[in-house]
């Protein structure tokens, strides 16, 4: 029996459904091992194969979805009469509504749980992956971890309506480090303080937030490639933005902020994007 790995296949940026956090942004690192026997030309499984069959399963499975632990007391999932869209509603001991999202059905990922953690999730998205491989392969293993940050990070939650691709889902997430530069200098203070700011944060494009009838709930909604999207969730954690939520304009964002509370410096942010991608700004004096 031989065992063939890949580190850091790729990245799960999701948001997740918590009872006390809200929707929290999340970005799991994937490391995949193969355990098989050797095939005719000597491997257990061709690494272009791999990243290419198991990267394009993860990638079109959780990654970019709004994940929902099924099991969850104050849950309740609907779908559709044709099956196409969800509306997810989420309430407290009291009864209280705290979240509401309706969906194109392909935006959520339902996990068999009550809540979701890296070890409810791995075996449904391994059993997934056995199901694709060739007979030679006996067991895909997993190994789901967060990116290991000494500094400050967040977490957010955001929706793209322009984006072509599966940005545009209005509840998806990550998990992401911050740095800034004051005058050259790391300034791990100002980190630390935007990191609080933005601690599970979900962040709003001013023209996409609509009138809510539900109190103490913000309603953010649009109309994008995929379909209809709609989210009602706690005033507390909603942010406002003037700009869509890019990177490049989270980025631009920040260093505009900093530069304007403290307007005697000059400021350089690099915001990320999950794991090693995102943007840099630097304000204008």
């Given at each position: 029996m031989s065992r063939l790995f890949v580190d850091h296949l790729t990245v799960l940026d999701f948001s997740y459904l918590h009872p006390?956090?809200?929707?929290?942004?999340?970005?799991?690192?994937?490391?995949?091992?193969?355990?098989?026997?050797?095939?005719?030309?000597?491997m257990v499984f061709d690494f272009g194969h791999v990243k290419k069959l198991l990267k394009q399963a993860l990638d079109g499975g959780m990654d970019h979805t709004f994940v929902v632990p099924l099991a969850l007391p104050g849950l309740t999932l609907t779908e559709t009469d044709?099956?196409?869209?969800?509306?997810?509603?989420?309430?407290?001991?009291?009864?209280?509504?705290?979240?509401?999202?309706?969906?194109?059905?392909?935006?959520?990922?339902?996990?068999?749980?009550?809540?979701?953690?890296?070890?409810?999730?791995?075996?449904?998205?391994e059993a997934h992956l056995n199901t694709l491989v060739p007979a030679n392969v006996r067991k895909v293993h997993l190994r789901l971890h967060t990116e290991q940050i000494d500094g400050a990070f967040y977490h957010y939650a955001h929706?793209?309506?322009?984006?072509?691709?599966?940005?545009?889902?209005?509840?998806?997430?990550?998990?992401?480090?911050?740095?800034?530069?004051?005058?050259?200098?790391?300034?791990?203070?100002?980190e630390q303080d935007w990191a609080q700011?933005?601690?599970?944060?979900?962040?709003?494009?001013?023209?996409?937030?609509?009138?809510?009838?539900?109190?103490?709930?913000?309603?953010?909604?649009?109309?994008?490639?995929?379909?209809?999207?709609?989210?009602?969730?706690?005033?507390?954690?909603?942010?406002?933005?003037?700009?869509?939520?890019t990177v490049e304009l989270i980025a631009a964002h920040l260093a505009a902020e900093l530069g304007r509370e403290q307007p005697q410096h000059q400021w350089r942010v690099k915001a990320f994007e999950g794991v090693r991608k995102g943007a840099i700004a630097e304000s204008r004096s």
């Open positions: 006390h956090r809200g929707v929290v942004g999340e970005s799991w690192i994937v490391d995949v091992e193969l355990e098989g026997d050797l095939n005719d030309e000597g044709d099956g196409e869209r969800l509306d997810i509603e989420y309430r407290d001991a009291n009864g209280q509504l705290k979240l509401r999202y309706q969906a194109p059905r392909e935006a959520v990922f339902q996990l068999d749980s009550a809540s979701v953690s890296i070890e409810a999730a791995r075996p449904a998205l929706g793209l309506k322009k984006h072509q691709g599966d940005c545009q889902r209005l509840c998806h997430g990550h998990r992401s480090r911050l740095e800034i530069w004051r005058d050259g200098e790391r300034d791990t203070e100002a700011r933005f601690a599970d944060v979900y962040l709003v494009t001013r023209e996409d937030r609509l009138a809510s009838a539900e109190p103490g709930l913000t309603h953010v909604g649009y109309d994008a490639e995929q379909g209809r999207f709609d989210v009602w969730l706690s005033d507390a954690q909603c942010y406002e933005m003037t700009t869509d939520t």
